[in-house]
């Protein structure tokens, strides 16, 4: 089963509004996740790494007011998108290591903005 | 310099034979793992196959197995008896251990390989 759980699936919402986007870990502690973006046809760009009780770390071009994350306990890590606009829409895929031989990944989360 | 290649953007195998998906890989780090991921169309990343560098022999699980070439810093994923499931893209990936921090731990992916299994 799943060991990596990210809500929502999918999402729409309007240009201007925010949208905020969990990945869990279900059955280990993960003090280290990872937000990606894919875009069609594409590979998965890192956009940051969470670590849990700090401030996160952004890849270079990545706008850290407009991706906000926040890993606030041992099994979660929330990336909020802030004033979403239509080149937001993408796919966003969280992961998490488990020892240095695994890494899960959550299910994904289309957004469309319109 | 790219640090994942996935040389093949697109491939066709006939069901039943057995395909293989190229990776190469550049590091200088002396401990790595390199991991392939295989993405349906539902977006999902399903975990394959590992392989650490000192492990001596080539991974195996199930249909899939990983044909290690150190020296060539290669990982070339090989599915046996395709089936038309395993229709997807195909992403190899490397975490290199060097950093003794939680950064270590990040996945470096390739460009993928969109696998078409004909009936």
């Known amino acids: 089963g799943a060991v990596v759980s990210q809500h929502p699936s999918r999402v729409i919402c309007k240009s201007g509004t925010s949208v905020k986007i969990e990945c869990r870990s279900l059955?280990?502690?993960?003090?280290?996740m990872f937000w990606y973006r894919q875009f069609p046809k594409q590979s998965l760009m890192l956009m940051a790494t969470?670590?849990?009780?700090?401030?996160?770390?952004?890849e270079q071009g990545v706008e850290k007011d407009k991706f906000l994350i926040n890993h606030a306990s041992l099994t979660l890590s929330t990336l909020t998108v802030t004033s979403a606009h239509p080149e937001d829409s993408s796919f966003y895929i969280c992961?998490?290591?488990?020892?240095?031989?695994?890494?899960?990944f959550g299910q994904g989360t289309r957004l469309t903005v319109v | 310099a790219q640090k994942i290649t996935q040389t093949q953007p697109g491939m066709f195998v006939q069901e039943k034979e057995a395909v293989t998906l190229d990776c190469t890989y550049d590091?200088?780090?002396?401990?790595?793992?390199l991991f392939w991921y295989k993405q349906p169309s539902s977006g999902e990343m399903i975990f394959l196959i590992y392989?650490?560098?000192?492990?001596?022999q080539n991974a195996t699980e199930g249909r899939y197995s990983l044909n290690f070439q150190k020296a060539r810093k290669s990982a070339n994923l090989v599915i046996s008896a395709s089936q038309l499931g395993d229709s997807a893209m195909y992403f190899c990936?490397?975490?290199?251990?060097?950093?003794?921090?939680?950064?270590?731990?990040?996945?470096?992916f390739g460009g993928g390989t969109r696998l078409m299994v004909k009936p």
């Open positions: 992961s998490a290591a488990r020892g240095q031989t695994e890494a899960f």
């Open positions: 059955d280990f502690q993960a003090t280290t």
């Open positions: 969470s670590n849990e009780g700090s401030k996160a770390t952004y």
């Open positions: 590091t200088s780090d002396p401990s790595y793992g």
């Open positions: 392989q650490g560098s000192y492990d001596q």
């Open positions: 990936a490397m975490r290199e251990m060097h950093m003794n921090n939680n950064a270590g731990n990040m996945l470096t």
